[in-house]
């Protein structure tokens, strides 16, 4: 039975008509990378560095960044390097000087805002990046960006570290490229803006159903109400597709979502060719990319146009799912 399962997650991720999908893996820590190339991912969609803070109670050093994100890029051996830059605080606020206290941690003081508040933090990792790229097929993403300014601010930041990294006659990659997460609303608005300052996009579901649906996501007790599968949510998706499509900029979904089987599907009939999904989810979603056409995707798509509520989306996935696959 492992040999089997070993077979099948080498095989790739091909719809029954043959067309590919990207499937990433989404990781937290270096060693995570071993787990992902056993079960078959074609790179890392999502490397989360902020856990290089939470999980350790100094403030790493640059040298701390470029070790971590080499120990990734040289196990994966030229594959495909997404490295997001520090998403912490509201639900991942380390120790430290950092830490802070706010009414609504969720609306502040968050991930690339904090970042471009607090340089000695965001330039030592723009460095380690910047270095670490020249080891494989490395990108870098910044999360949470809300504003064109953001975006420009971040860019200018990276260029400006380059330069740096250029006069010391230190090693970097010039044409690293450069994506954001697509994870607010506004965001999605803007979208075809956007589009001319990144080289990819990310959707980010998981933030994009918080701040869309007005849900905290850590919240019990409105949990009921978190839901990537919301028509609402669907919508700004697909516009966050579209968008990217006519400006021919590459988008992936790196939320939860891609990581349940059923709404997988439904983002490849919404027009996704590249998921990103935790190291577990792997065998599950490849299996369901494998048992379906993109043109049965797309029938699911038209018909989850149609419906009113999550509940009606999810009980019609979960229904075709089990008919499909
Ligand atoms: C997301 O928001 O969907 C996402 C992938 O980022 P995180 O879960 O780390 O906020
Ligand atoms: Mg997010």
Known sequence: LAAKLAK???????TLDGTRIALNANI???HETAACLARGADGIGL????????????EPSEEDHYQAY????????????????LDLGADKMGRGKLAHQENNPFLGLRSIRLSLRNLDLFRPQLRAVLRAAVLGDVRVMFPLVTTLGELRQARMLLNVVAEDLADSDIPY?????VGMMVEVPAAVMMLDHFAREVDFFSIGTNDLAQ???????????????????????LRLIQASIDISDANQIPIS???????????????????????SVPPSALPRVKKAIRNVSIEQCQAIAERVRKLESARDVDLYLLDRLAELA
Do not use: H, W
């Open 47 to 58: 490397y989360r560095t902020e856990f290089l803070y939470l999980s350790s109670d100094e």
């Open 8 to 14: 099948q997650s080498q095989l790739p991720a091909e």
């Open 173 to 177: 990659r010039s044409d690293l490229p």
């Open 70 to 85: 080499a120990e990734v890029i040289k196990q994966m051996e030229g594959r495909p390097v997404v490295i997001r830059t």
């Open 253 to 275: 979904v790196c939320g939860e979502m891609s990581s349940n089987p059923a709404r997988a599907l439904l983002l490849l009939g919404m027009g996704v060719r590249n998921l």
């Open 28 to 30: 937290e820590f270096p």
């Open 211 to 233: 701040y869309t649906l007005a849900v905290d996501r850590s919240n019990e007790y409105v949990a009921d109400l978190y839901q990537s599968s919301d028509p609402a949510v």
